[in-house]
């Protein structure tokens, strides 16, 4: 069994009203260090590999389901699970 | 500046409906391999450290808004920004 650890980001040039909220409210509770705020996703998936090879398959499901391509970036790492 | 990178996850022992539902779209679409799915969230901050503590400052920031300690567990990362 692997475990894969992908992480979603939002491309550079896409704004996030989500991150701007989020630093605002750290600046409004007096967090005034903080610049800036991204905000992705965290996905942890337990593979149980078969005969596919597994950059193949995490790029596939990153391509067409985890991952908006046009807006979105991805990398990712596999672990063996624990 | 620096460059944080926090990994907001559900507990172990809270139920994750999202990440179900993306394991059963997977499954649908034929990726049989994915055994199981947890979704979270990936922060990255720039913070321009002044007199505080850079390691109570980011336990502070999460413990009171980024995260639901109730729910939640985090664990983050502090990089020199580029």
Known sequence: MKKVKVYVTLRESILDPQGSAVQGSLH??????????????????????????MDTLIKEMCEKLLTNTVIEDYRYEVEEAN
Chains 1, 2 share one sequence.
């Open 28 to 53: 409004n509770m007096g967090y005034e260090e903080v610049a800036d705020v991204r905000i992705g996703k965290y996905l942890e998936l337990q593979i149980e590999p078969k005969e596919r090879d």
